[in-house]
């Protein structure tokens, strides 16, 4: 992969991230200033998707040669941070009964050891159960993006009757919520496959970059998804019956609409890559820097954000000890993924 292109993927997730969590900063502490920013952050989790079927599809090609090596490196990114959130879960949640329980009621669990096995097996949102984790709402795309990697690793390693097999297994345990969205990660494996064949040029790229952001601020200014989103769940019986049906999935026409304006863009911003690459080049190292906590914004965020809400009312002061404590779990938890890769592989 171009260096600048592997650069501009960095960005694009943190940046991705960070609306994520200015979303749920409006959403947790009911900051009206950023209420024009709180509809960025399911789109954002879209877009996610698309990236991490790009990357995927990259490592695969490039790096993860055997299934080994692709297990272990998708287990050493995946799991530590994703258990790590699970137990600040419910760390604070307890911590909040027992100091703060009028606020903490609303999280009361009763069965929180089945919560938190069926999510350590990202078994969330899946055939077998649908299980939330209380005070982590952003938890649930991981629980997708995780029968990805499974559903792609079948296919790309293996092959003939274990290939098929496998494969049935996978789709009947993920079941139909997690293949509705399945074709978005996708089309990014599909904008990898042909992003090298794009022609360079900053001109056209202008023109297809600025094309997409100009109809994706339209979608959103006049909530045009909303309106895709109402009209399509009436061939499941409606809004409510949408939600109870397919849950998270429940907008997969009007995200199929999102994703491909994504995809656009994607393919204008990769035409100018010669052009804007330097640029990209030159601010390398904090991109990297920032990009290397991504992962641990996106899922520990939300917790930390209910939990510190109960101290501090200024929306500011809540978000810069979140950050704060984000940075310092990720220290902790997702700056260690090479140990974890040596581990797993040592075990397998």
């Known amino acids: 992969m171009e260096r600048s292109i592997s650069i501009f993927l960095d960005l694009a997730r943190f940046l991705a991230a960070v609306l994520v969590f200015i979303s749920h900063v409006e959403q947790v502490l009911d900051v009206k200033s950023l209420s024009f920013l709180a509809s960025f952050g399911h789109d954002a989790v879209i877009f996610f998707f698309m990236l991490s079927g790009f990357v995927i599809a990259y490592v695969t090609t490039n790096k993860e040669v055997t299934l080994r090596e692709y297990v272990a490196a998708r287990v ?14 419910f760390a604070l949640i307890w911590i909040g009964h027992e100091f703060n329980p009028d606020y903490y009621d609303q999280y009361v669990i009763h069965d929180w050891w089945r ?3 069926v999510s350590a097996f990202f078994l969330n949102n899946s055939f077998l159960s649908t ?8 938890y649930w795309s991981v629980s997708y993006e995780v029968w990805y990697y499974v559903a792609y690793g079948v296919v790309f390693y293996l092959s003939g009757l274990k290939r098929a097999l496998a494969l049935l297994l996978v789709a009947a345990v993920a079941g139909v919520k997690i293949a509705l969205l399945m074709p978005i990660w996708l089309l990014g494996v599909w904008c990898f496959r042909w992003h090298g064949r794009l022609v360079k040029s900053f001109v056209l790229g202008l023109i297809v970059t600025m094309a997409s952001l100009a109809l994706y601020a339209v979608i959103r200014y006049k909530n045009i998804d909303d309106y ?11 809004v409510d019956a949408s939600n109870e049906i397919l849950g998270w999935s429940k907008r997969f026409v009007a995200d199929y609409v999102l994703s491909l304006l994504f995809m656009a863009l994607f393919a204008g911003l990769f035409m100018m890559r010669e052009s804007v690459g330097v640029l990209f080049v030159f601010f390398e190292k904090p991109i990297r820097i920032f990009a290397s906590f991504t992962f641990s914004l996106y899922l520990f965020h939300y917790p930390l954000l209910v939990f510190v809400f109960c101290y501090f009312k200024s929306w500011q002061v809540v978000m810069i000890i979140t950050m704060f404590w984000v940075g310092v779990l990720s220290l902790i938890v997702e700056q260690q993924k090479p140990f974890y890769k040596k581990l797993v592989l040592k075990l397998t």
């Open 76 to 89: 050493a990114r995946i799991l530590p941070v994703s258990v790590a959130s699970l137990l600040l879960v």
């Open 115 to 117: 919560v938190l096995g």
């Open 131 to 138: 299980v939330s984790v209380p005070t982590n709402g952003p």
């Open 228 to 238: 895709i989103f109402i009209e399509s769940s009436g061939f499941w019986g409606g």
